[in-house]
């Protein structure tokens, strides 16, 4: 993965540039960014300032490299991400890869003091799966989405209307197809040997990690909260792990590749202590969860950028921006003309 300049202290998107693109256009696209084919050549404008159209860049100005710093590509990633978080269309699809899909009114819940919604969680899931530099034969990774999890714990799949057995049976069935379609789709042939497996949590409006640790043999549970005065470890986090880790079990043991039970009953369940941990930041949750999928390498002692100070904010904002980027401009995402409707409306390119 690059390391442009752009954001500050942070490694960049993954810049993608659509092969073959069909040469007509439709000159209504701003109405209809659905129907717009991307012109095989375009024409860019000569001298144009950068600093256009977006309160949110030029509101967050402080965080980005100077215009003079940056090169052609860095300029074009700052105009796309500037196109997705201005003015257009609430239900405008900026990312699809026929299974997960991100609107922009979406989107914009990575703009700073924003609660992120799962699907841009679930989408960043899926890239970090694509992404060769995150799982290395020595530390197999694999991040789910929030739909396990959800299966298994949050959503009721008969409506109440099944005793409670039945109701668990169909938790624990929706589980495995979910955790099996997520594999499948990611072109993973097994889950067999992988250490460390991610399923992000959403619960009571909050967003945290429960982590299978196959080398250490933990279920450890990653959270950028403390526990609250008063609120006891089953309060919050129930026996969410536990279940989580059983239902695991049986997927593997279907899959052929079952954990005995003197393994099994090595595991212990472990709420990870980190100096970052606070109780003041409640709103950028989704944030934290998404750093922690991406830095953690089954060390409990690691440095993931956040420090508890003030300097946090900014590192927030920055995380906020390069993810979004690194998500609009994925190779995954097959809207490939929003490269070009940005620079049009940046008058980068006639």
Known sequence: METPSIFLNTPSAV?????????????????????????????????????????????????????EQLNQKEKDMR?????????????????????NIVTREEFQTLAPNAWVMNNVIDTFARILNDDPDQSVKSNLKFYFSTIPF??????????????????ESK???????????EYETAGVKSLKGFHLLFF???SGDHFYL?????????????DNLSLPEGITYDDKYKTFAERTFEAWTIFS???????RKAQISAYEIVLLEMPWKNRTNKTDCGVYAMRHMETYKGNQTW?????NTDEDKDFICRLRMRYGTEILLSVLNKRHELMYLALKRANQVE
């Not at 796309?80 to 299974?99: C, H, I, N, R």
């Not at 429960?210 to 990653?222: F, G, L, R």
């Not at 043991?253 to 954990?259: A, I, K, S, V």
């Not at 440095?303 to 420090?307: A, E, L, P, Q, R």
Request: with cysteine; hydrophobic share 30%.
């Open 15 to 67: 810049y993608s540039q659509p092969e073959n693109a069909p040469t007509s256009m439709n000159i209504d696209e701003e109405e209809d960014p659905d129907n717009v084919q991307v012109p095989k050549l375009v024409k860019r404008k000569k001298n144009v300032p950068l600093k256009l159209l977006s309160p949110f860049l030029t509101q967050y100005s402080h965080l980005l490299v100077g215009e």
């Open 79 to 99: 105009c796309v991400l500037d196109y997705a978080f201005g003015k257009g269309s609430p239900t405008q699809v900026l990312y699809t890869d026929d299974w």
């Open 150 to 167: 959800n299966m298994l714990c949050q959503n009721e799949p008969y409506g109440g209307s099944q005793d409670s057995q039945a109701t």
């Open 171 to 181: 938790r624990l069935e929706n589980f495995i197809l979910s955790v099996r379609h």
């Open 200 to 202: 992000p949590v959403w």
């Open 210 to 222: 429960i982590v299978i640790n196959q080398k250490a043999k933990k279920v450890e549970i990653i």
């Open 253 to 259: 043991e279907q899959e052929g590749h079952p954990l």
């Open 303 to 307: 440095n993931c950028g956040f420090k």
